[in-house]
């Protein structure tokens, strides 16, 4: 099983970027969508969720009104569209898979590598 994150990138404040996560070995659409972030010095985050069904999504309060999150199952792929990008956005960005609980970090088992997203001023 393999998760792989692509998309990130060094971009200037308020410009725009897409990330995608292609899933392998597994089939996605049974899994819950979790896109993380850790910024250095920083607690890993929660920045977006998107349930199996996506009928049922998650934002922080950093992430809302700015970030989309969205999956397309038959393509066993994972998006994450983030506007409006600010310098505290600098991290690296990890999807993973949760076979159950949304929101809770220990649920989420399969990890991707990460990809290093930089917005600078």
């Known amino acids: 099983v393999r ?6 990138g060094l971009v200037q404040v308020g410009d725009n970027l897409t990330l995608s996560c292609v899933v392998a070995g597994v089939s996605f659409r049974f899994y819950n969508m979790g896109w993380f972030r850790r910024a250095p010095g920083k607690d890993r985050e ?8 996506s009928t049922n999504t998650y934002y ?12 397309d199952s038959a393509k066993n792929t994972g998006y994450l569209q983030m506007n409006s990008l600010k310098p505290e956005d600098t991290a690296v960005y990890y999807c993973a898979a949760s ?5 809770d970090h220990r649920s989420y088992n399969i990890w991707g590598q990460g990809t290093q997203v930089t917005v600078s001023s």
């Open 3 to 8: 998760l792989q994150e692509s998309g990130g």
């Open 46 to 53: 929660l920045v977006a969720a998107i349930a199996w069904s």
């Open 60 to 71: 922080s309060d950093s992430a809302k009104d700015r970030f989309t999150i969205s999956r």
């Open 99 to 103: 076979p159950n609980r949304l929101t």
